[in-house]
């Protein structure tokens, strides 16, 4: 009897030493697996919250529209777009820069079947079917709205940049700058010879694109060619201009200054609305002819930003509204263009980034 209860007192013993040793090898087990757990999670966790703080800022961006990346709403899809040649730069770029932020949006350049790109060739194109965005350096006409009305078809025009008209001449011309008054006059034929305007006696020889395709106004409206004289000689292109002014002792010629400023062949003048004050459209100091090409004039968008400089027009951004996936395209191509990042692009470039005003309208 004695030894049976020996015998079960020593077999409880052992179960309860069994039991506790489980009970402490099931605990360590459970604190290994949770400690295991926490450690796997732990990188994950401080992600989340460096993840957190950085959506915060996306969606600080966001709100401010300060990068391409914050634009919302941009469709996925090709869309096809062109007009004015004064975009030449922005498309090769500025849209460079955008699509490579936001690959989704793949835009397509699209040159008119017939005649030389300019703003009016765009806005056609655009009414036509042939394009889904069109890029314009002047609003649109009233007979461009006629017509748009005309189909059916509601236009929305965005400004999205700002240009200066510059003035180019023969590099060998001795003259201090002309007054906007003196350049209308030169076009309408009421200034023929430079020793008008301070320059030598020397006959005035002015260039001009057809002012249907004139994408850079010198007058209020450029609708009737009558507002021109008959000695002014159009060409086609402003590349053929600039080769004819730069062989022609008193040619001049006008244009976009982020085309004309940068030019080795033919020289910029200066305007103002009168002698006293007349404004570069490039920066200070100018680059001389026997440093060019190696070094650019580069134009000064401060004064058109400023407003110091006489004749600046802006740069548009034309899409119809018929609630569809082209106006969702140029809705969106429009605010990569004003956020911050396309300001400061277009900037880079040469062009003026518009108020938030202008921006508005």
Not at 7 to 34: E, H, M
Not at 36 to 56: C, E, H, I, K, Y
Not at 160 to 189: C, F, K, P
Not at 247 to 257: E, L, M
Request: aromatic share 6%; hydrophobic share 35%; net charge neutral.
């Amino acid at each position: 009897m004695t030894d049976n209860g020996e015998q079960t007192r020593n077999r409880l013993s052992k179960d309860v030493v069994l039991l506790i040793r489980g009970l402490i090898i099931g605990k360590v087990l459970t604190l290994v697996v949770i400690g295991g757990v926490l450690w796997w999670l732990r990188p994950r966790l401080f992600m989340s919250n460096d993840a957190a703080t950085q959506n915060s800022g996306v969606a600080s961006v966001a709100n401010d529209g300060a990068n391409f990346q914050s634009v919302a709403a941009v469709p996925t899809g090709t869309f096809n777009y062109g007009g004015s040649p004064a975009w030449a730069a922005i498309r090769q770029l500025v849209d460079a820069q955008i699509q490579n932020a936001r690959p989704e949006l793949q835009l397509r350049y699209v040159s008119p079947g017939e005649g030389v790109p300019s703003s009016r060739t765009g806005i056609q194109m655009l009414l036509d079917g042939k394009i889904d965005i069109a890029q314009t350096s002047r609003p649109l006409t009233a007979t461009e709205a006629a017509i748009a009305k005309e189909r059916g078809i509601v236009l929305e025009q965005s400004p999205v940049g700002v240009d200066g008209v510059a003035v180019a001449v023969n590099h060998s011309l001795t003259v201090a700058g002309l007054t906007t008054e003196q350049l209308r006059q030169i076009y309408q034929g009421t200034i023929t010879n430079w020793s008008q305007v301070g320059g030598p006696d020397l006959n005035i020889v002015p260039f001009s694109r057809p002012l249907e395709d004139a994408d850079t106004p010198i007058f209020a409206s450029q609708s009737q060619s009558s507002q021109f004289g008959t000695q002014v000689q159009y060409v086609t292109t402003t590349t053929e201009a600039l080769r004819q002014v730069s062989n022609t002792p008193g040619g001049i010629y006008y244009a976009s200054a982020r085309t004309i400023v940068p030019q080795c062949s033919v020289k910029t003048l200066p305007l103002g609305e009168n002698t006293n004050q007349l404004i570069a459209p490039y920066r200070q100091p100018s680059v001389q002819t026997s440093e060019c090409p190696a070094e650019r004039n580069q134009v000064n968008t401060a004064v058109f930003e400023s407003g110091e400089y006489p004749i600046t027009y802006n740069l548009f951004v034309i899409t119809k509204q018929n609630q569809s996936r082209e106006q969702q395209a140029g809705e969106a191509y429009t605010n990569l263009l004003l956020s911050q990042q396309g300001q400061k692009a277009l900037e880079q470039v040469g062009f003026a980034p518009v108020s938030s005003d202008i921006a508005r309208q």
